[in-house]
């Protein structure tokens, strides 16, 4: 859980000195600055300490790159804005593929849950993928900064927390019923 965490720190920590710095200042530009630069030191550790980067992770620092570029060279902070709708349209392409989410399961769990029921999750992750895209890009071409800054921290953030619960609450009695039915079959906890 611990370990999980600072994942998710490691993979936001540039969109939250982005996010901190732009709610300080609200200077869009000064906080692209700071984020590609986060993005680039640590991809820098990454290599210096031979660990591997993943394709997800090259494909968010070249749209930091890309539209920071474009939020500076345009001082228009609706270019980084909208950054985020592509990378949650990205995920909701890989998230379609049937199948996906078996192997974020512990073993156990995949074995005592229905293959209807985690495709189906992963499709409804999917969804919500398409559907935060599709807000934040309507909230980054209409709303100024300080909206979209809430949005993207707390009520994507938000809706994905959610999401997860829900998904925790299905997953546990699916396999509880599961196991009740079949002896055999155990759930990791």
């Known amino acids: 859980m611990i370990n999980a965490a600072r994942l998710l720190l490691a993979d936001f ?8 710095i732009a ?7 000064i906080a692209v600055i ?25 494909f968010g620092l070249l749209l930091s ?42 073993e156990g769990t995949a074995r005592a849950l229905p293959p ?7 499709q409804a992750w999917a969804l919500l993928m398409f559907g935060l895209g599709a ?12 909206v979209w800054s809430w949005f993207i921290s707390i009520g994507a953030l938000g809706a994905k927390l959610i999401m997860l619960l829900a998904q925790y609450v299905m997953f546990r009695r699916a396999a509880a019923a599961r196991t009740r039915q079949h002896p055999g079959i155990t759930a990791a906890a």
Not at 34 to 44: E, N, R, S
């Open 13 to 20: 920590l540039s969109t939250l000195v982005f996010l901190a």
């Open 23 to 29: 709610t300080i200042t609200g200077q869009a530009r």
């Open 34 to 58: 700071a984020a590609v630069a986060t993005g680039l030191v640590q991809l820098l550790l990454r290599l210096l300490r031979h660990q591997p980067i993943d394709a997800m992770q090259w």
């Open 65 to 106: 790159l890309l539209f920071g570029a474009a939020t500076i060279a345009l001082h228009d902070p609706r270019f980084i804005m909208a950054k985020p709708s592509i990378i949650h349209f990205a995920l909701g392409a890989i998230m379609l593929r049937r199948g996906w989410m078996r192997r974020y399961l512990p």
């Open 116 to 122: 209807s029921l985690i495709s189906g999750a992963g």
């Open 135 to 146: 807000v934040n890009l309507a909230v980054a071409l209409t709303l100024p900064l300080w």
